[in-house]
């Protein structure tokens, strides 16, 4: 049986409501809420198995470990934070869990754009302040169907793909950007250049990874191009969109709004500007924290694990 380790624990089961039983079913399993960089060199000598969620591991640090580590585990979809040329120095596998929260980040992204359409937080806020003027006069905010109108995704692996499906259901047309265009059966859903995209959606949502051709590939020069009364939604790595660039853009209505479950770095400084903008919704990084995503978490870790262990890995990056 290998020896695993998982290096933070807590960033995962931060309620201790998960169960960890399929893994240590298959491997000796031990447990750190969480690990400093010189935690991590001590916790991972005589270890096969690393798993991490969302911990920086540098080319500097995966160099020192053991011989014995064969795999490296990213508990989730994103694996920026891994040295990967490093660890294929090291004759280390790495993979990642692809899949494990596909449904709850897509059932986010669809309400950020419930709630944009309809300006539900902005009417929250205006009540917190006694501000009743949508009760007592009129309407004074944006109200609209999400029927008829654009999204456009970045990005149709498996998350944005479920978004599609759920924006179709909803009556939307679909613009898609990827990097591997296909064809879709629908008529309504057509792949187009990422200016297309930008230019004629209502609604932007992000469902790429984080690469140095992806990071910063929202900025001003891209918003610029956006319709005045269109919205941006990122639930997917916060450096994917200049920050600095979105605010400006915010601020000066060059676009409507933003919903970000992500942001840069995480989490945000408590002075960022976007804590206080009426049309910017934040969540911190919640999209794949449902407990049944976090769940199938734990059961996807434990098939990569045993597929591993079997000759046979899967989901390697």
């Known amino acids: 049986m290998k020896n695993t380790v998982f290096l933070n624990a807590s960033k995962v089961d931060f309620d201790g409501k998960l169960d960890f039983s399929p893994l240590e079913r298959i491997t000796s399993l031990s447990k750190y809420n969480e690990s400093s960089p010189e935690e991590i060199l001590e916790r991972v000598q005589n270890q096969n198995i690393i798993i991490t969620k969302e911990i920086p591991l540098s080319g500097d640090l995966i160099r020192q470990f053991p011989s014995s580590v064969e795999l490296i585990c990213e508990a989730g979809t994103g694996y920026n934070n891994i040295d990967i040329a490093a660890a294929k120095e090291k004759n280390i596998t790495v993979c990642n869990l692809p899949g494990y929260s596909t449904e709850a980040v897509a059932q986010l992204v669809i309400g950020f754009i419930l709630d944009l359409s309809s300006s539900i937080s902005i009417q929250q806020n205006m009540l917190r302040q ?23 995704v970045i990005g149709s692996g498996s998350i944005g793909t479920q978004v599609i499906k759920v924006a179709r259901a909803l ?138 262990a079997t000759g046979k890995p899967i989901n390697i990056v």
């Open 171 to 308: 009556g939307m047309n679909i613009l898609v950007y990827s990097r591997t265009p296909k064809q879709w059966d629908d008529i309504n859903i057509h792949s187009v250049s990422l200016e297309t995209m930008l230019k004629e959606s209502d609604f932007v949502t992000i469902h790429c990874p984080l690469t140095d051709k992806t990071k910063h590939l929202i900025n001003k020069d891209n918003f610029k191009i956006m319709k005045p009364s269109s919205c941006i939604i990122n639930t997917a790595r916060g450096a994917i969109i200049n920050e600095v660039d979105l605010i400006e853009v915010l601020k000066k209505g060059v676009i409507s709004g933003a919903a970000l479950d992500v942001q840069d770095p995480e989490p945000p400084s408590i002075e960022n500007p976007l804590f206080s903008m009426d049309n910017v919704i934040l969540t911190p990084h919640i999209g794949w924290k449902c407990f049944e995503s976090r769940q199938r978490l734990i059961d996807f870790l434990a098939d990569n694990i045993a597929a591993f």
């Open 130 to 152: 006694g501000n009743f003027n949508n009760f007592t006069k009129h309407l004074g905010v944006p109200h609209f169907e999400v029927q008829g109108k654009n999204l456009g």
